[in-house]
């Protein structure tokens, strides 16, 4: 099920890529959108895959807490396009409501981040007292 999620997250990031190319801006920009929304959705589908039911409550936690930390990336990569959407929409005045929207996506992405370094230095205490 993951290998197939996995491909079909490549095929639809090469299909944006291809649009981010085009000389149209305004589909271009979407797309850029669409590329830093795919990272932050297959994040939560990751997050919120099946886990294996023979974990205890604390192989849980430990299993969350490495999965949150191999994940994480895939967060700070939604942000970097984002941003980089955010400040190409900049340069054409035309596109403000694609600049905003960049925006908001990178900051939303932003304030995520923050919480998962939260609950990863909350579970990082947790660990290091001994549970």
């Known amino acids: ?19 981010v190319k085009l000389p149209a801006r305004t589909y271009s920009l979407r797309a ?14 990751l997050m919120s895959a099946e ?26 990569r939604a942000a970097e396009i984002h941003r980089t959407n955010a400040e190409v929409a900049e340069r054409f005045t035309d596109h403000v409501d694609a600049h905003q929207a960049s925006v908001n996506a990178m900051e939303s992405v932003r304030r995520r981040i923050e919480v998962d370094l939260q609950k990863a230095t909350a579970e990082d205490s947790v660990a290091g007292s001994g549970g």
């Open 51 to 76: 886990v294996p039911d023979n974990l205890d409550a604390e192989e849980r936690a430990i299993y969350d807490q490495e999965l949150r930390q191999k994940l994480r990336p895939l967060l700070f």
């Open 1 to 19: 099920d993951l290998d197939h999620k996995t491909r079909l997250f490549l095929r639809a990031q090469h299909a944006y890529l291809a649009v």
């Open 32 to 45: 850029g959108l669409a590329i830093g929304k795919l990272y932050e959705e297959l994040y939560d589908d």
